[in-house]
């Protein structure tokens, strides 16, 4: 008798899945699937059942070389990836490194990033309104010398650095000339600075002789920081889907950001993997690479199971450090000199491997693919055959019985 | 001036999973679950921002429950703490 599958039912058997391993997002499917059709029983349980046994079989089993698997399901998308950098992502006037270049940088663990970013999410106080958003946009926004000055000279005849400032963007930006000239006090320690209100410039005489060293007094002046967080360079404010503003800016400062109130610190995030791991630590930043890497394949619409993709992210955190795949992390450490030689630098690997002695242990893939041999620790080369001795004795008790 | 709120908690962040401090006994049931030793973990630095918070030091075992989208919930990984700085 076929009896129909209530809610419960189905709820019941789903809930049994997902506690014996299937992850929540076939699970969803699942459910959305059986959601407003009548099923029985029997069919809820067969589907069921199905799935479980196309998961259990799609599952990797020990040994599985899942190294050179990632290494391949990565790279062979990455040859259709575009070399260009798109110039927008999203909302932004801002570009921001994509497609190959960004995954070269990942996978590269490049201390900078080229497009830094920052995604400043707000408590819910700020991120609901929308001039309490721009309150913090500006408190955050570097504003330096050289944004609000038209021009800094130096002035030949008495050796000192004339600053001009633009009326117009220091009242845009809310700032007094005495403001600047506090900023750039210390500039004027050993010398003098002064205001000259009328002509709109700060005069700084550092009593420098020499001209070179006050040419690169005139730069640091110019890179001298009067409001706002040091590395955070543009920035807008847009609504996100869920009906709040965010603020996404060029260039990042997680580490004063944070501290800002009214910014939330349990979500403003950077794409600058070291500066996450810096500050949040290790697996963080394993998270990190994750979601930079994953966002990369996806806007290039490739897809690459994320399985890949954790693989290598565990890869580069296992010392508890970032380590690049590349020459200087992960593959330069290898044991195998074969190893490293085939990979980059030939001769001088093999030069400094046999100066210094070193033996060649043949444990892993390439050495062992180089010279021939099956690989002793991975895939079907880690099975060995054994005799089962029982069953000797008892085939031999066997034929001495008859 | 910025106002300024008390230290930053990098637990609470979204981005960083669960650290937890394996007692000897858990420590010893681990190793034996899967024939390793401790120097066969994954590592972690005794000055990662998150060891400090927690207050874990070299030797210890730490177990991170990470969420996951390939398989159930949280998944466990594990990672000894290592003596030494991570900024070279």
Known sequence: MTEVASKEFKTKTLEYLESRGIPHSIIGEMDSFMKDIEFSK???????????????????????????????????????????????????????????????????ARRNPSTPIMYVFLTEEYSKNQKKAREIHQKIEQIRVDSIAYDVEIDLADYSIVVYLDEELLEDKGLEIEDINKKLKKYGKKGTIETDLENNCIIINPELEDIQKLQKRREKILKTLISGIKGVKRGIIYKEDSNEWVIQTEGTNLAEVLKIKGVDSTRTISNHIHEIEKIFGIEAAREIIIRESKQVLRDQGLDVDQRHLLAMADLMCFTGRILQIGRHGISGVKESILARAAFEVTIKQLINASVSGEEEKLKGIPENVIIGQLVPTIGTGAIKLQADLQKYREILQDMSED | MVKEKPKVDILLHEITPKHKILTKEETEELLKKYSIKLLNLPRIFSDDPVVEMIGARYGDVIKIIRKSDTTVKEVESYRFVMKGKRVR
């Open chain 1, 42 to 108: 029997e069919q809820v349980q067969y589907f069921a059942d199905q799935v479980y046994l196309s998961y259990l079989k799609a599952m990797i089993v020990p040994m599985e070389p899942i190294g050179t698997v990632a290494a391949q399901s990565i790279g062979e998308p990455g040859t259709q990836m575009t070399l260009r950098t798109f110039h927008f992502a999203g909302v932004s006037e801002f570009s921001v490194t994509q497609g190959l270049p960004r995954l070269i940088e990942i996978v590269d």
